[in-house]
């Protein structure tokens, strides 16, 4: 029993924590290849205690929704991580079917961030959420092919099973099936996260973003709120992606801890050389590279058929 709460302590604390350092590597990385000293490595951490102090500017249009938007939608990516199991331990919450509810999680805080932009009034938000549905939905089949993949290899139908011990044994007798699953979700980790080639977190052109259209409204704490569970959706994600990348079952616990954080900081430097070598795609070329991750993680699912 001690044993579980001290993991499951050290779980909610690497989820709450860890989130922004990914986010001030990709920046560090980022910088590196452009030539540039670039921002601080805790800068996130800096930009979120400032926002906190700041105050909340609201639109007399908007309603109660406009405030739950960033509320729930870092609560479900919260709750979302608890099902996720990382550095080779199992999940505080696990239970068969719950990798449905975790993804129907992140859809739950999806629907409330795009319903706040759609208070606002504001035809650029509107656009904005429409976009973030319109990917999302071409994202979700292949994180579920996906799933099916390890469902099928692990025999299990949690997330701490198929992300578990039996990764390492599904590695040599399904190689390709896994190495399928791991492109389709890292394109998925972009997609879902706003990052470059789907969309430019830095950019400040109305008309070519997705994810940051949404917000413009935001301020002060609520968009605090929404950088922090930016942040941590992306390290939900790499948690995932890294659950198959670097399966850590049988280490020793406080050694596969390191090992975690260890390679999710590679993680964020391979987010950061995506970013750093190429540039954002075309609207229009977006749902095929999307329906692209599809396919390759269907592919998966089929070499798994006998």
Same mark, same amino acid.
């Given at each position: 029993?001690?044993?579980?709460?001290?993991?499951?302590?050290?779980?909610?604390?690497?989820?709450?924590?860890?989130?922004?350092?990914?986010?001030?590597? %990709?920046?560090?990385?980022?910088? #590196?290849?452009?030539?540039?000293?670039?921002?601080?490595?805790?800068?996130?951490?800096?930009?979120?205690?400032?926002?906190?102090?700041?105050?909340?500017?609201?639109?007399?249009?908007?309603?109660?929704?406009?405030?739950?938007?960033?509320?729930?939608?870092?609560?479900?990516?919260?709750? /979302?991580?608890?099902?996720?199991?990382?550095?080779?331990?199992?999940?505080? %919450?696990?239970?068969?079917?719950?990798?449905?509810?975790?993804?129907?999680?992140?859809? *739950?805080?999806?629907?409330?961030?795009?319903?706040? /932009?759609?208070?606002?009034?504001?035809?650029?938000?509107?656009?904005?959420?429409?976009?973030? @549905?319109?990917?999302?939905? *071409?994202?979700?089949?292949? $994180?579920?092919?996906?799933?099916?993949?390890?469902?099928?290899?692990?025999?299990?139908?949690?997330?701490?099973?198929?992300?578990?011990?039996?990764?390492? @044994?599904?590695?040599?007798?399904?190689? /390709? @099936?896994?190495?399928?699953? *791991?492109?389709?979700?890292?394109?998925? &980790?972009?997609?879902?996260?706003?990052?470059?080639?789907?969309?430019?977190?830095?950019?400040?052109?109305?008309?070519?973003?997705?994810?940051?259209?949404?917000?413009?409204?935001? =301020?002060?704490?609520?968009?605090?709120?929404? &950088?922090?569970?930016?942040?941590?959706? &992306?390290?939900?994600?790499?948690?995932?992606?890294?659950?198959? !990348?670097?399966? *850590?079952?049988?280490?020793?616990?406080?050694?596969?801890?390191?090992? #975690?954080?260890? !390679? =999710?900081?590679?993680?964020?430097? !391979?987010?950061?050389?995506?970013?750093? @070598?190429? !540039?954002?795609?075309?609207?229009?070329?977006?749902?095929?590279?999307?329906?692209?991750?599809?396919?390759?993680? /269907?592919?998966?699912?089929? $070499?798994?058929?006998?």
């Amino acid at each position: 029993m001690t044993v579980r709460l001290v993991s499951t302590a050290i779980h909610v604390a690497l989820v709450l924590a860890l989130p922004p350092l990914l986010i001030g590597v %990709i920046n560090k990385t980022k910088a #590196f290849f452009a030539g540039r000293v670039g921002p601080p490595l805790l800068q996130a951490y800096y930009d979120l205690a400032k926002l906190l102090r700041k105050d909340t500017v609201l639109s007399r249009t908007t309603t109660w929704v406009f405030l739950a938007g960033p509320a729930v939608g870092l609560v479900t990516t919260f709750l /979302a991580a608890l099902f996720v199991p990382i550095g080779g331990h199992a999940a505080p %919450i696990a239970f068969d079917g719950d990798f449905v509810l975790f993804a129907y999680v992140l859809g *739950l805080g999806r629907f409330f961030t795009v319903a706040a /932009a759609l208070d606002t009034g504001s035809s650029f938000e509107g656009m904005g959420g429409a976009r973030e @549905a319109t990917f999302s939905c *071409l994202a979700e089949p292949a $994180l579920f092919f996906g799933l099916l993949v390890l469902a099928r290899a692990s025999g299990s139908y949690s997330l701490s099973g198929m992300l578990g011990p039996a990764v390492a @044994a599904t590695w040599s007798a399904a190689a /390709a @099936a896994l190495a399928a699953v *791991l492109v389709s979700w890292f394109v998925v &980790l972009l997609a879902e996260n706003s990052r470059i080639p789907f969309d430019d977190p830095n950019t400040h052109l109305e008309l070519t973003m997705i994810h940051e259209v949404m917000v413009l409204d935001h =301020s002060g704490p609520p968009y605090g709120l929404i &950088l922090y569970g930016a942040a941590m959706k &992306l390290f939900v994600f790499g948690a995932v992606v890294l659950g198959v !990348a670097v399966p *850590l079952g049988g280490m020793d616990p406080w050694l596969a801890w390191s090992v #975690f954080v260890g !390679a =999710s900081m590679v993680l964020a430097v !391979a987010v950061g050389l995506v970013e750093s @070598a190429m !540039a954002r795609m075309r609207l229009p070329q977006l749902p095929s590279l999307l329906v692209a991750a599809c396919l390759i993680s /269907a592919f998966g699912a089929v $070499l798994l058929v006998r």
